[in-house]
């Protein structure tokens, strides 16, 4: 099974900071790896798909990049509406796996 | 607009069965796989069940091979996940989710495995 390592597990940051969650996989997932936002109470939502697809209706201060077992999910510019808990996903393999997740808090 | 609403989640004692429901429209339901993911309380997301659109190809993890079964109706629109010989580490929420990407998720029914 690929394992989806997440990091960090708890960020804090500031309105208008640019912020990253990082996203390891085990083995080369060839950029099969999708972004989610969660907020308590909610089904995930889709940000990225892809590594570096935007989702239709997600804002472009969201974006992905990444190859091979190394992925980034980037909030250029942080909004009060973007906190909550991001996990990354790969199904690039079966079983399908999702990172742990990054709980992002606004300072 | 595609909406996914899932149904039958509930209180069961360990070693029972329970059936999960999720009726889905604003879309072609036949033409795209779909899954289930579920969230025990306060943890992570975890991969359930993938169906392909025709329903001959099914996908699980090894946490719940033979114990779980998805299927579809593609007549009636709605997604199924058959639980059986439930366990308590199978208390979670459980989502139903449209295929792309998981572009598209229900709002989720609760699960229970309690004596």
């Known amino acids: 099974d690929i394992q989806m390592t997440q990091s960090p597990s708890l960020l804090s940051a500031s309105v208008g900071d640019r912020v990253t969650i990082n996203c390891k996989a085990s083995?080369?997932?060839?950029?099969?790896l999708n972004w989610y936002q969660q907020k308590l109470g909610e089904a995930p939502k889709l940000l990225i798909y892809?590594?570096?697809n935007l989702q239709t209706g997600i804002p472009s201060r969201f974006s992905g990049s990444g190859s091979g077992t190394d992925y980034t999910l980037t909030i250029s510019s942080l909004q009060p509406e973007d906190f909550g808990t991001y996990f990354c996903?790969?199904?690039?393999?079966?079983?399908?796996?999702f990172g742990s997740g990054t709980k992002l808090e606004i300072k | 607009e595609v909406q996914l609403v899932e149904s039958g989640g509930g209180l069961v004692q360990p070693g029972r069965s329970l059936k999960l429901s999720c009726a889905a429209s604003?879309?072609?339901?036949?033409?795209?796989?779909m899954a289930w993911v579920r969230q025990a309380p306060k943890k992570g997301l975890e991969w359930v069940a993938t169906?392909?659109?025709?329903?001959?190809?099914?996908y699980y993890p090894d946490s719940v091979k033979g114990r779980f079964t998805i299927s579809r109706d593609n007549a009636k629109s709605t997604l199924y996940l058959q639980m059986d010989s439930l366990r308590s580490e199978d208390t979670a929420t459980y989502y139903c989710?449209?295929?792309?990407?998981?572009?598209?998720w229900g709002q989720g029914t609760l699960v229970t495995v309690s004596s």
């Open positions: 892809n590594t570096n």
């Open positions: 083995q080369n997932i060839n950029k099969y």
């Open positions: 604003g879309f072609t339901f036949s033409s795209f796989a």
């Open positions: 169906i392909t659109s025709g329903g001959s190809n099914t």
């Open positions: 989710a449209k295929w792309p990407f998981f572009a598209y």
């Open positions: 996903f790969q199904h690039n393999s079966w079983p399908l796996t």
